[in-house]
């Protein structure tokens, strides 16, 4: 079944820990994003890769960090460094042209 | 000015009547611009491309316009399964990879 997954889709951080959020997608798509959505608010893009082992920062990349060792997985880091990392966490990829792409179903973390 | 603008609604609408809302862009560049859909703490999933003038998918119709640079969805016959948070995005084409996203508009459809 092609798509984007996207684990775990709940996770509690402590202040001060990393966390890493894992994004794989079966659909051979060369492009693929980080996105943040916080209530109220449009998606605001963290990172994007177009292609293995380079990728570029979004709008928000400040305590977040990616790799892209394989075309197929592209996860997500966010470092103690990012002060308010509570929220809802979408991984999408697409074709190269930039043009639709689709998400996976979003990972929730929350700091306690 | 945010580079993409919708009204947040909620737009109450009872079922089986018709709704309409804009998104209005502000880089008259963009080439490209879809209409998602997002459920309740759900992801967002394509709902329509709009390309050129606009486009019709069943009881959806988007269009574009680009010399007042706003692109609309109209949903007719409304369902309820139709309420949902309907996203804005915007290719800005001029700038790789990084789609414009609107906060999008909620639609409630009542019995």
């Known amino acids: 079944d092609g798509g984007i997954t996207q684990s775990p889709k709940y996770l509690f951080r402590k202040e001060g820990q990393n966390v890493t959020l894992s994004c794989e997608q079966n659909?051979?798509?060369?492009?693929m994003y980080w996105y943040r959505q916080d209530p109220g608010q449009g998606l605001r893009l963290i990172y994007y890769s177009q292609i293995v082992n380079d990728f570029q920062k979004g709008d928000i990349a400040e305590g977040y960090s990616v790799s892209r060792e394989k075309k197929e997985s592209f996860p997500l880091t966010v470092t103690s460094a990012q002060k308010n990392p509570t929220a809802f966490y979408l991984c999408?990829?697409?074709?190269?042209?930039?043009?639709?792409?689709?998400f996976g179903e979003g990972s929730w973390l929350t700091v306690v | 000015r945010k580079e993409v603008e919708q009204d947040p609604g909620p737009f109450n609408v009872p079922e089986g009547a018709t709704v309409a809302f804009n998104c209005t862009y502000s880089?008259?560049?963009?080439?490209?611009f879809f209409w998602y859909r997002q459920d309740c703490r759900k992801e967002p999933k394509l709902l329509m491309s709009v390309y050129s003038s606009g486009n019709e998918d069943g009881r959806f119709t988007a269009q574009l316009n680009r010399a007042s640079q706003y692109i609309s969805l109209l949903i007719r016959d409304s369902k309820l399964s139709d309420s949902a948070t309907y996203l804005c995005v915007v290719n800005p084409a001029d700038s790789w990879g990084k789609l414009q996203f609107g906060a999008g508009t909620q639609v409630v459809v009542t019995p």
């Open positions: 659909l051979n798509h060369d492009a």
């Open positions: 999408a990829s697409g074709e190269l042209s930039g043009n639709t792409i689709y």
């Open positions: 880089n008259s560049a963009s080439q490209s």
